[in-house]
T-cell receptor, first 116, second 111 residues
Framework: NAGVMQNPRHLVRRRGQEARLRCSPM?????VYWYRQLPEEGLKFMVY????????ESGMPKERFSAEFPKEGPSILRIQQVVRGDSAAYFC??????????????FGPGTRLLVL | SQKIEQNSEALNIQEGKTATLTCNYT??????LQWYRQDPGRGPVFLLL?????KEKRKERLKVTFDTTLKQSLFHITASQPADSATYLC??????????FGAGTRLFVKA
């Protein structure tokens, strides 16, 4: 049973380019969360999605960032016109459902984005 | 303002001793609290969850306490081993969709 998959593991972009980060949740999981982590800092919540729906995007910057979780395929976190401050590790997590109270989130290995 | 605080300094202990990590929070009323382990270059791994109406939870060598009056959780690893060396993250959920993570405490267990 494969865990949460993220790719690429490392991504280098120049300022102004676009970054696309992909996340495939664990089998049977329909909830996806994206987090950003800067060195020596905690994980910062960005967005929570279910299939085809954005449920909570209160942690997403208002501009340049978007996320989707289509009916088929992985969840995508898209960063347009990247700037150096976007350099960070981006983690995706998935859970089965939230209908019965707290659900454990299973994390992927992360994508390390470096903006030159 | 809302804050989650974990010891920013690394904790160094000798193998076999009990490691105790602290998580303090302010201006939250968490429905439950979780502890995760994170190794360098990897994603966090879930360890334990404790609900607001629970005082203590155990799993093998791990023990978590949750004091909603003190607004504090303690995470204990008994009979610590070098393989326990990692960063340990505290995370709160207030019942909504968002999970709030602390910055983590690094633990080093010396053989």
């Amino acid at each position: 049973n494969a865990g949460v998959m993220q790719n690429p593991r490392h991504l280098v972009r120049r300022r102004g380019q676009e970054a696309r980060l992909r996340c495939s949740p664990m089998k049977g999981h329909s909830h996806v969360y994206w987090y950003r982590q800067l060195p020596e800092e905690g994980l910062k919540f960005m967005v929570y999605l279910q299939k085809e729906n954005i449920i909570d995007e209160s942690g997403m910057p208002k501009e340049r960032f978007s996320a989707e979780f289509p009916k088929e395929g992985p969840s995508i976190l898209r960063i347009q016109q990247v700037v150096r401050g976007d350099s960070a590790a981006y983690f995706c997590a998935s859970s089965r459902n939230r209908d019965r109270g707290p659900e454990t989130q299973y994390f992927g290995p992360g994508t390390r984005l470096l903006v030159l | 303002s809302q804050k989650i605080e974990q010891n920013s300094e690394a904790l160094n202990i000798q193998e076999g001793k009990t490691a105790t990590l602290t998580c303090n929070y302010t201006n939250y009323s968490p429905a439950y609290l979780q502890w995760y382990r994170q190794d360098p270059g990897r994603g966090p791994v879930f360890l334990l969850l404790i609900r607001e109406n629970e005082k203590e939870k155990r799993k093998e060598r791990l023990k978590v306490t949750f004091d909603t009056t003190l607004k504090q959780s303690l995470f204990h690893i008994t009979a610590s081993q070098p393989a326990d060396s990692a960063t340990y993250l505290c995370a709160l959920n207030t019942g909504g969709f968002k999970t709030i993570f602390g910055a983590g405490t690094r633990l080093f267990v010396k053989a």
